[in-house]
């Protein structure tokens, strides 16, 4: 250990959305002395790393996937298009951390290698791949939801010699696609975002799919400047709502399919369809993601349009989804399907033509082998969970997180573990995350997590801690919710069912405004559920 460990009130791990706005409230609305790490280069989180082709905000973004909470930041930034490309969120993040001078308190390249609680002082210890250690009362994890590549395991697979690139991982230098045959496992949102673009360059591309996917086109278009300054002139109202409906700020239709008939039915399919976006998932009718047959309706729908679009029938049936609708991420796309129309691009269907060994040139399929120069891997993250267990803190009686969460991933709010006191999570498990708009879920996140250290701080008390009954009952309440809709019969990552070996649980809060009412309400009761220490020294 150093002997000038640095001390601080709070660290934070992380300086993508969450971490970056957890680092200007804490430290210029709360007065504390915080200092905030990250292995990357610079600011984003995973839009630093998710700069893959194509790579796009997957939900209405623009300007809503962004802070809220300045009218300020909202009337300076000009959103340019209605789905954000990867390159201005970047910008974008870059913009707010120099405009709040956060920069000069986060440093870059610097993986945090050990975190440690230690009981007797009440502080966490952190160490760094650089060798420095740092001492803090407060540790706020805002390691991301999807950071952990997920690499598949194929035989051989190492031996293959040609360029290969994990979306979530894409090189800063521009990669060329032109003239090579490039080989893409996966067919997420990654995989649907980045074909298009590479097929525009590509001599061919061969797309292994493993699960046929929904996606809905996106039709992306500028944002016109009449739009923006009519939100801009409305922000706080659209904020609340924004609050209030689940993340997004537009009223979702309360139709009963019941008073439609199937033919009115099809004709709002259609015309939400040709409107684009997730307005087919929210705006169709209520009960899609709990009633099967009206699920199953919307499914065969977008089954329709896909038959509609691909012209080989051939393809088309082997790019037939027969999960229910919207229980794996909905991707939204801009010319997925059609791109399949091309001369140069074809589909392996994983299900009856499986990999079975990588060359050093080639992949190998059962029923044939496919010659590649490049090989991207589309093929996701160790969501919500990985990131954490990545970290691996070391709580109470030197119990570390992988332990803890060998079997599953007990937490309290979505924010806190027992036996980790003063220990904090964005986007956590049991969290909001990826169902409701993140960059707003980390600022309410941020705001109730500032209260804790506040009234700890306050209070002259030591440490705050979770209890494993309010973890206990808190996942009886999550489940209870995703129980009560279709998500759980999906093999998605929301379930961990994409790592081989992964506890199966439904990682999220499915109802974010509910989730932050309910926040509030414990503060409001005196926190409970949590243990409170007094000061050790
Ligand atoms: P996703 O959504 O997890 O997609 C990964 C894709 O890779 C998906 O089609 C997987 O099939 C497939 N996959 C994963 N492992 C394998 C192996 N071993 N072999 C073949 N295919 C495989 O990740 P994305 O990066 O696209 O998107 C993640 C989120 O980022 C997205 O939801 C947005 O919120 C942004 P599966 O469906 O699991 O059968």
Redesign the pocket.
Known sequence: MNDTTEQYDAIIIGAGFGGLYALHHLRDNMGLNVRAFDGAGGVGG?WWY?RYPGARV??PSSPFYAYTFSQELVDEWEWKETQTPQAAVLAYLQHFAERTDLLKDIQFETWVSDARYNEASQRWTISTDKGEHASTQFLVCAVG??FVA?M???PGINDFTGECYH??RWPHEEVSFAGKRVGV?????????SIPEIAKQAEHVTV????P?YSLPARNRPLSKEELKSYREDWENLRASMRHRGGWPFSTQRRRATDYTPEQRHAIYEELWEQGGIHLSINSFTGVLTDKALNEEVGEFVRGKIREIVQDPGTAAKLMPNYYFGT??L?LDNGYFETYNRDNVSLVD?REDP?EAFTASSIKAKHGEHPIDMLV?????D?VSGSMLNLNPQGRDGVTLQQKWADRFDNYLGTTIAGFPNLFMIHGPGAPG?FFTMPLGGELTTAWISECIRHVREAGLGAMEAQPEAEASWDEEINAIANGTLYPLA???YMG????GKPRQFLGHLRGSQYFDRLNEVAEQGYEGFKFEAASG
């Open positions: 995973t998710n997957d939900a939801a999807l997920n598949p395991d194929y979306t979530g496992i996966g067919t997420g949102s990654s995989g649907i975002q292994f799919q493993r699960t996917q794996k991420r991707i994983l990999i891997l589309a093929t996701g993250f969501a990826v093999d998605s990552w069912a994409n790592i081989p």
